[in-house]
């Protein structure tokens, strides 16, 4: 990767998508920082960005939906993945105490991600916010002494925080999945073991079993499937289908097979498997 690469991510500075890009790239990037999902993808249209880091699913929330159609409608190619360990802290101003909190704020996603610990918290009101690092920026900049904010510990060392309680999320094995977008499906060297499609299949019995069947068939291992309706048509779907394999070949085949039962098949994006949180 060459220095300075361009990176637009979702949120500013520290944030999970800042520390994804640092897992995937190394730190020597230059960080876009967006303020939606939509403007990540705007900014590398316009090429004002190399590549776009995008969270696609968190093992205790689940997928982000939007973010496939996104993907889809954009026409980005996905070359790559990366797994982040999502580790929840409280954190405040120096010499904050706990009880001294009113509020707590975060990204709706995150407060999600951590119920349980504060229903045992009732006195504390919970604000939802765009973006984990933009709510500890907030307690900095604003000097708030009665709010914590909910977020990593890349932000509490960029905005002076102290952690007040450590890992919070309700469940210690809880990760969240990025993909790595580009603007061009240009050709890479490296050898790619891990597919992401899309597709459409007819609305009549044993349609999805068809071709979901071509690929077990040929031992391409099928590992998300995600349907999302196509926008004001009734009873049509869209299936995102992620996929790995061992023998390039046998994924070849299974394609070619299965474009035969399929309407608007999109190849999103071949890549190497990185499945290490």
């Known amino acids: 990767m060459k220095k300075g690469t361009r990176v637009a991510i979702q949120g500013i500075k520290a944030s999970f998508h800042e520390e994804a890009a640092f897992k995937f790239f190394g730190r020597d990037i230059q960080t876009i920082e967006c303020n939606s999902f939509k403007q990540t993808c705007d900014v590398l249209k316009n090429d004002e960005a190399d590549f776009v880091v995008m969270a696609i699913e968190n093992s205790i ?54 119920v349980e610990f504060f229903e045992d918290y009732p006195q504390i009101k919970i604000i939802e916010s765009n973006d984990t690092a933009a ?26 925080l102290n952690i007040l309680e450590r890992r919070i999320e309700s469940n210690k094995k809880n990760f969240t999945r990025f993909l790595i977008l580009k603007k061009d499906k240009t050709e890479d060297v490296d050898p790619v073991n891990k597919a992401s499609i899309c597709f459409q299949v007819g609305n009549h019995v044993g349609s999805l079993v068809k071709v979901l069947t071509i690929f077990a068939d040929l031992d391409v291992n099928l590992t998300k499937i995600q349907s999302m309706p196509v926008l004001g048509k009734r009873n049509e779907y869209y299936f995102y289908v992620d996929m790995e394999w061992k023998n390039m070949e046998a994924y070849d085949k299974a394609v070619r097979q299965a474009l035969k039962y399929t309407v608007n098949f999109n190849i999103l994006g071949e890549y190497q498997k990185n499945d290490k949180v």
């Open 135 to 160: 709510c500890a920026k907030r307690i900095k900049d604003e000097q708030l002494t009665d709010t914590v904010a909910i977020a990593n510990t890349l932000a509490a060392e960029l905005y002076e």
């Open 61 to 114: 929330a689940g997928s982000l939906l939007p973010n496939y159609t996104l993907i889809r409608e954009y026409n980005f190619a996905v070359v790559g993945e990366v797994y982040l360990s999502i580790q929840l802290h409280l954190m405040a101003l120096p010499g904050v105490k706990f009880e001294d909190i009113k509020f707590a704020t975060s990204h709706p996603i995150a407060i999600r991600q951590c």
